[in-house]
């Protein structure tokens, strides 16, 4: 070894954990992904994309809104459970008005209890990913 050795890049190879978390995102991707977490996953997704109006919009558009909130309770903290339904009153009432002030600051608010307590949404897909077999 010389001494200039230590400046040669190691090849580094990569966590399994982040792998597996990877492969988690790609299963949801392909559904495959297991219920409820692909409900969790799509949940997270669509609220880091555009907020739960954007949420609730595009589930509606695509599937059932009302049996993918069904699956989110049985997996979301009672917190996050309280706020999905706070949020989609919110939202049903500018379904109806579309501009209602009220309405829209208590979206705002839902989706910022949600950015403050995402750290529990992680929590419960990094425990299914290092279940995910690579």
């Known amino acids: 070894m010389g001494l ?4 040669k890049k190691k090849k580094v190879e990569p966590r399994e954990d982040l792998l597996k978390w990877d492969k988690m995102w790609d299963m949801w991707t392909e559904e495959k992904a297991e219920s409820p977490y692909a409900e969790l996953m799509t949940y997270q997704s ?3 994309n555009g907020g739960h109006s954007q949420y609730f919009t595009n589930v509606e558009n695509t599937s059932n809104l009302q049996k993918e909130m069904s699956v989110l309770e049985t997996i979301l903290s009672e917190e996050l459970k309280t706020n999905l339904k ?3 009153e919110a939202y049903l009432i500018l379904e109806e008005k579309e501009d209602d002030e009220k ?3 208590i979206l705002e608010q839902c989706d910022n209890a949600f950015y403050k307590n995402e750290e529990e949404i992680n929590i419960t ?4 990913a290092s279940r995910i077999e690579l």
């Open 4 to 7: 200039f050795n230590i400046f």
């Open 103 to 105: 309405a829209e600051e």
């Open 125 to 128: 897909l990094k425990e299914y």
């Open 46 to 48: 669509e609220i880091n």
């Open 86 to 88: 706070k949020a989609y």
